[in-house]
């Protein structure tokens, strides 16, 4: 198999037959050309269903993540809503106690009265899934690194207790990319991301992916519930995917790098208490951590001394901008509590920081500026 920067590059693209275009075009058409008899020549019938340029993306996921096939959605959270569809009132799912917020919404507040049974547990230690599982679990949901503060959960073991009940093993691998985290290698069953941070990497595009390790029946209910349900993407979106993910590994490389230093230069800063990077030899997941990821990723978090701190701080950073959302080519500090709202887990002490491209001697000047300010 070709490496990763290839596959970005190439993988689900062709030159197109027509005209030579390099650049993939972007088939608009919501409808597609039948025989009399209602065969379909093309193989398209209505873009609800399938579209080319949403399968070009597809079939770019699938070779990204060494799937055997994706399907696009048109968001994070409508690719995992019509994941939990495809599972039975009164099965029972296991997550970590801090999954996305989103993911904990849809959970909670949507599928918790279509019948599934949910358990939020602590995911850093396997035994307390062990604990958690009941017979009818259908589904571990893995979320590593976790979100905001970087709890790393082993994927292989995961896998093995969810088999163990003829469960699924999903891995939402939104933070840790295809380029740094290999879940299906590791025997997950699917893949989720938001597409919306890093693989489309600019902050211009809502999107959500399901890649599966193999066709299965629980796929195809999967694509049939998108199909009926309609959480598909534009053509235009799945294009400014196609365009963000063709530099996917070189952004994450250089963002891993940042993150790093970043975090080397807020563990040493006084007015820091603690900083939330699995790179760091005192992380508790570290060992876990480098094992199964190739680098730790682009995101961190750290905390102040108290709230006020911690909110003086995200006003203070000029070039680094205050808002929600990560994986993007710009640097973004979030008081990450206060966007979660009541009910929220993440202490009120901590900043979380989504490493971009600037020059990581300009992102650590604003953020010692910030701190001494
Ligand atoms: C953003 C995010 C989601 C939700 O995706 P949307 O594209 O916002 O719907 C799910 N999981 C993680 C880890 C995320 O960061």
Not at 74 to 97: F, M, W, Y
Not at 121 to 143: C, F, G, K, Q, S
Request: hydrophobic share 40%; net charge negative.
């Amino acid at each position: 198999m070709a490496h990763i920067e290839t596959l970005a590059i190439h993988a689900g693209r062709q030159v197109d037959p027509s005209t030579g275009a390099v650049v993939p075009p972007i088939i608009l058409s919501t409808t597609f050309e039948r025989g009399g008899d209602g065969s379909l020549p093309y193989g398209f019938s209505y873009a609800r269903d399938r579209n080319p340029t949403r399968s070009m993306l597809e079939q770019c996921l699938a070779e990204l993540e060494g799937g055997s096939a994706a399907l696009a959605f048109s968001s994070g959270q409508a690719a995992a809503q019509a994941l939990l569809q495809a599972l039975k009132p009164g099965d029972h799912v296991i997550t970590p106690e801090d999954v996305y917020m989103g993911v904990t919404h849809l959970l909670r507040d949507v599928m918790q009265s279509w019948g599934l049974q949910v358990s939020f547990v602590d995911m850093t230690d396997p035994e307390n899934v062990r604990a958690a599982l009941r017979p009818h679990t259908r589904l571990i949901w893995v979320e590593t690194p976790s979100n905001p503060l970087l709890k790393i959960s082993d994927i292989a073991a995961m896998v093995e207790l969810a088999h163990a009940v003829e469960g699924l093993c999903v891995v939402d691998n939104t933070w840790g990319t295809p380029m740094l985290q290999r879940p299906l290698e590791l025997g997950a069953d699917f893949v989720l991301h938001s597409t919306t941070k890093y693989l489309g990497g600019h902050s211009d595009v809502l999107g959500g992916a399901l890649i599966a390790r193999e066709q299965s029946p629980v796929f195809e209910r999967i694509r049939e519930i998108q199909s009926v349900g309609g959480g598909v993407p534009s053509p235009f979106d799945c294009w400014l995917l196609m365009r963000g993910i063709q530099t996917l590994p070189y952004r994450v490389r250089a963002q891993c790098q940042h993150a790093e230093q970043v975090a080397r230069f807020l563990s040493e800063h006084p007015a820091v208490t603690r900083v939330h990077f699995p790179g760091l030899e005192s992380h508790p997941g570290h060992a876990v951590a480098a094992r199964q990821m190739r680098a730790f990723g682009g995101m961190l978090a750290f905390e102040l001394g108290s709230r006020e701190q911690a909110q003086a701080v995200a006003a203070r950073v000029k070039m680094i901008i205050c808002a929600t959302s990560l994986g993007s080519v710009e640097s973004l500090i979030e008081h990450r509590a206060s966007t979660e709202g009541p009910g929220t887990r993440t202490p009120d002490t901590l900043l979380r920081l989504s490493i971009g491209l600037e020059h990581p001697d300009d992102i650590i000047a604003d953020l010692r500026q910030a701190l001494e300010g």
